[in-house]
């Protein structure tokens, strides 16, 4: 886009030098001077020029703020693994010699660290290829398995595309799904979901920590809602676990899905929390050697185990630690723009969330061209799965952000590795390319002249 | 050698050790995290727990001579505020 914009901008530079220099050569014969359109054409350059970033080249790499799509590994994960990806590389299940013994170990070891950072039992966890795994085996193995008698489930319009989209299949397998409306701060009213769940609901799967806008569900209440109504509760936490205190007992969660790769672990690895008591059962997906407690066959992959174990025994001991920081670099980075750049809005509820994760709308500003300007930065509008669509966030959409709005948004995720230095970076760079964007266009101009944009009638030609 | 004089030797050599980390984002971690520690733990008066701290730190100390060459065996490009420095400022 930078490129055409470049290109258009050269054309109607030449065109206009072109034009001053037929004027000159047709005025040449009477006494006006030429260097006055020198003057103009010099003015006129500069003022194009001014918007024009073709030159803004930076040396270097990016810098990361986007802790939501995934987070580097931490070097102390690596470390824990580098002896399974080297020497150690015995098959977990093989029962018959120390290569399986030694892997089996390591393998259950990381299970118990996962578990103790949810308050679990390590017989309870199940290790899956990622949270998009063991969101699918949860919602569909529930709704499956008891799905000769209860033939309903309920989730929010806020969900991860994995659970809407095992929610989708479930709907043509013949059962009912129903999608609870957020209210406007993208929390969920427990009232209405209250209402929901009839006698036929069987799973209710509600995310602790929006992946978009950041906002934490009252997993808590919901959780005490569906005990009392004995309907299981599957939440998606792979946004929450290791940045939260989660706790599956104090907050009655029945089903829960962990990510390695958003807690400084490995890709290709998550968990799924499975409660034994009040035991829940669920249709695996996968058939296969019945590994896994016949949940979800397939080997184990040991060093990813030991690295999410790893990862989460590091989240358990720094939880306080990161959150004080990450706390501290997203304020800043909210001051430091909101001081500077009016209307600027914050997408979700400002109290009931998770710091790390700030969507911020820029008013009259396309967010693909404020991301396309900051190139040096490595930020997203919304998912990284639907970052290739130029479509508008469905999680804004059901917070009922104005079309506007949705299209103008950035989100920008912190972490346990971002620093200060990168974090000011970001703020200014971004006041100064939406200063820029906002200055080229015409509907910042009528915002500035009082004209309410919402009002006018725009005429399709 | 007084456990204070040892702690400020681990303290040193931590903090040499975690300036050679490659990445940027690692390094000031590392950095940070480890002042940030011994800070909390100055007024730590239990001996037992004075030498859970130590060999924590020396087993951390060790991980990050592994990390440092690691490190330096895949090395990516320096990030933009790196080379900022040595550029125009107005950028």
Known sequence: MQKIFGRLQSRVLRSSTNGAAFIIRQESSSATPAPKFAATSKEFRARQVRFNIKNDHMQGRPLYLDAQATTPMDPRVLDAMMPFLTNLFGNPHSRTHAYGWETEQAVEKGREQIAQLIGADPKEIIFTSGATESNNIAVKGVARFYGTKKKHVITTQTEHKCVLDSCRALENEGYKVTYLPVQENGIVDLKQLEATITPETSLVSIMTVNNEIGVK?????????????????HTDAAQAVGKIPVDVNAMNIDLMSISGHKIYGPKGVGALYVRRRPRVRLEPIQSGGGQERGLRSGTVPAPLAVGIGAAAELARQEMDYDKKWVDFLSNRLLKRITSALPHVIRNGDPEQTYSGCLNLSFAYVEGESLLMALKDVALSSGSACTSASLEPSY???AIGTDEDLAHSSIRFGIGRFTTVEEVDYTADKCIKHVERLREMSPLWEMVQEGIDI???????? | MSTRRQAITLYRNLLREAEKLPSYNFRMYAARKIRDTFRANRTIND???IDR?????????????????????????????????????DC
């Open chain 1, 395 to 397: 999680v804004l959409r």
């Open chain 2, 47 to 49: 001996f037992e727990e």
């Open chain 2, 53 to 89: 701290q130590v060999a924590n730190a020396k087993q951390n100390l060790d991980l990050i001579r592994r990390q440092v060459i690691i490190g330096h065996l895949y090395t990516a490009d320096k990030l933009v505020i790196e080379h900022k420095k040595t550029l125009r400022p």
């Open chain 1, 217 to 233: 569900q009252p997993v808590k209440e919901i959780g005490e809602l569906c005990r009392a109504r004995k309907v299981f509760f």
């Open chain 1, 454 to 461: 919402k009002t006018i009638q725009w005429s399709q030609h």
